[in-house]
């Protein structure tokens, strides 16, 4: 697969997590907006109030520079950015936050399917807070952010779904990537440890600690890992995502238990 075919389905599966989230906000009665969300600080507006805030960048639109009042969820210059945005649509209508979010992206969209990006490792012309992203890191992640979003919003009103969308496909595999990280530094497995996830919907993905302490994947699935994982796609991403302690939800864990323990306690790859 060439470059500007793999940065064309991010953008394809990023377009379809932003009509997936739309169509659930606008699905919504007033009182729910203020609904709070596994994420700390944040209720569903605040999940809308981030979205918009980031298409509305990436779309064009100028930084939003304002004061952040402290709190126990902004904790670094990133949070800080992030809140901006929020705190800047505080006093947005749901309609509005709506509309800004449609009418980003597909200006956005509109700048990709005409003068498509060909080559992963360019720097985009407008990045979140200049983060200095690739178009790959950028169009990958953008899928995840908006569909993580959704589940939060799902979550808080309780309308599970969209767990088998290609948004949902992509963020599990995504973020499987990361569990190799999570045994080596997180868990601090002893070199030759390795781990078996197995996620509904996702290949079984494994993965080893290296002689020199490096978590990375294995091409082969071992017989007996030192631990072993076995969850559903709402409860890896709930745990990847950092939404929930181990402790508020259901796995199946085998082998080191002590090993396992540390794994599934580090397993929040998300910021």
Known sequence: MTDAERLAGYVDVWWEAIDDFTELLESLPAQAWSTPTDLLGWDVHACAAH??????????????????????????????????????????????????????????????????????????????????????????????????????????????GHLDTAPAQHTADYLLEGMGLVLAKRAAAPPGSTLVVQVDGSTPAAFAVSD???????????????????????????????????SRVSLVVEGDPGLAERIVAGMAITP
């Open 51 to 160: 979205t918009a805030h980031l298409e509305a960048v990436l779309s064009g639109a100028p930084e939003e520079t304002l004061d952040v009042d402290p709190s126990p969820h902004v904790k670094s210059l990133a949070q800080a950015y992030t809140e901006q945005g929020v705190v800047a649509r505080r006093d947005a209508t749901p309609d509005e936050l709506i509309n800004e979010i449609r009418e980003s992206a597909t200006k956005r969209r509109t700048f990709l399917l005409a003068d498509p990006p060909d080559d992963a490792t360019e720097l985009p012309p407008r990045t979140p807070g200049d983060i200095p992203w690739n178009w790959q890191t950028l169009l990958r992640n953008r899928p995840l952010d908006v569909w993580m979003h959704e589940q939060d919003v799902r979550r808080a009103v309780g309308r599970p």
């Open 212 to 246: 020199s302490g490096r978590g990375g994947p294995l091409a082969e699935l071992p017989d007996v890992p030192s631990v072993r994982l076995q969850l559903d796609r709402e409860t890896f991403v709930i745990l990847a995502g950092g939404r929930r302690p181990a």
